[in-house]
């Protein structure tokens, strides 16, 4: 999808090139946060590497993933729900113990 905005800012001084390239920017990255952009597709309209993308997004302060309370919270319930089978599947591999 192609977007296009009509911006009158009617000073003649501004470097119309320069201003463009920003919004489209500053428009990349508040999709990427809003999650209606996959960091992939961010980088790459940004001419970035991943490095550089990350770089980017920690200067700006939006994090990468977002990772809720939530989410850990259910992570923890699997870990505890598969926790005997890993115990047995390390027991049974001849280690001396996970923790």
Request: proline content about 3%; aromatic content about 6%.
């Amino acid at each position: 999808m192609k977007l296009e905005i009509e911006i009158d800012i009617g000073d003649e001084s501004v470097d119309k090139k320069q201003l463009e390239e920003h919004l489209r920017k500053e428009a990349i990255l508040a999709l990427f946060a809003e999650g209606k952009m996959p960091a992939g597709r961010a980088n790459r309209a940004l001419g970035l590497t991943r490095l550089q993308f990350m770089d980017l997004l920690r200067q700006r302060g939006i994090p990468i993933v977002d990772y809720t309370i939530d989410d850990f919270d259910l992570d923890m319930k699997t870990v505890e729900e598969l926790w005997p089978e890993i115990e047995r599947n390390v027991r049974d591999s001849g280690a001396r113990s996970i923790g």
